[in-house]
Nanobody, 128 residues
Framework: VQLVESGGGSVQAGGSLRLSCEASGFDFEDFAVSWFRQPPGKEREGLSTIGNFDGSTFYADSVKGRFTISSDGAKNAVYLQMNRLNPEDSGVYYC??????????????????????WGRGTQVTVSS
């Protein structure tokens, strides 16, 4: 299983970024993929999850209404569209994958312990 994130960068507050997670080595529809964020000196935070079989989603309250997760089965990729970014959104963004029963999400989608497979992360910096 391999997950590779891209799309991070530096942006001013109020701006947008779109992160990509390219997946390989597993049956895409048998997995859920999540995005996590780890600010400097803080714990990793679960932001959003998508079930690749039916597109069901989960959003943490901190990003609901600003971030949108999506997937493309033809490309084995998951995306995170991030709008109205603020400095508190800065950190390393990781995608993670977990095998699930088709049509479901992990029991605690925001819990990093649910995910055995991780990418290396991509840095997002939002300046005020």
């Amino acid at each position: 299983v391999q997950l590779v994130e891209s799309g991070g960068g530096s942006v001013q507050a109020g701006g947008s970024l779109r992160l990509s997670c390219e997946a390989s080595g597993f049956d895409f529809e048998d997995f859920a993929v999540s995005w996590f964020r780890q600010p400097p000196g803080k714990e990793r935070e679960g932001l959003s999850t998508i079930g690749n079989f039916d597109g069901s989603t989960f959003y943490a309250d901190s990003v609901k209404g600003r971030f949108t997760i999506s997937s493309d089965g033809a490309k084995n990729a998951v995306y995170l569209q991030m709008n109205r970014l603020n400095p508190e959104d800065s950190g390393v963004y990781y995608c993670a994958a977990a095998r699930v029963v088709r049509g479901t999400l992990p029991a605690s989608p925001e819990d990093s312990d649910e995910y055995p497979f991780w990418g290396r992360g991509t840095q997002v910096t939002v300046s005020s």
